[in-house]
């Protein structure tokens, strides 16, 4: 009879400390405020760009549809992940990585960004 009561508890404990895990993964996220150039304009004041889903390759949605547009200015706002910012379409090109609330500086031109989540150990 006390055999049920230790199994319940044990199998709370792994719900419990299975849900926790699920939940900070779920809460991981990338965000990026940036400024871009527009018709050979640069745009004031800055845009943003969160929620944004993990080891993904996000283009820039102001500037995609423009060959000679780019965004400059990032500042990395994820409190979780490192924002990889990049010159080229698909991702392509030298990266330049900002750890969280890093800002990289204006001549870092990028036209796509990948969030990837900090190590936590």
């Known amino acids: 009879m006390r055999l049920r009561p230790a199994l319940l508890a044990l ?3 792994f719900v419990l400390v299975t849900s926790v895990a ?3 993964h ?4 990338g965000g990026i405020n940036y400024r871009y150039t ?3 304009e640069a745009t004031d004041p800055h845009t943003s760009l969160v929620e944004q889903p993990l080891n993904e390759c996000i283009a820039i ?5 423009a060959e000679t547009a780019y965004a400059y200015a ?3 706002v994820s409190t979780n992940a490192r924002a990889e910012i990049y010159p080229e379409d698909g991702c392509g090109g030298p990266k330049t990585v900002l750890a969280p609330d890093e ?9 796509t960004v990948k ?5 936590t150990g």
């Open 11 to 13: 199998a709370s404990a």
């Open 22 to 24: 699920t939940t900070a």
């Open 26 to 29: 779920a809460d991981a996220e």
């Open 38 to 40: 527009q018709s050979g």
């Open 61 to 65: 949605p102001d500037i995609e549809n």
């Open 74 to 76: 990032a500042k990395n």
């Open 103 to 111: 800002e990289a500086p204006d001549s870092v031109h990028f036209r």
């Open 115 to 119: 969030f990837v989540p900090t190590s």
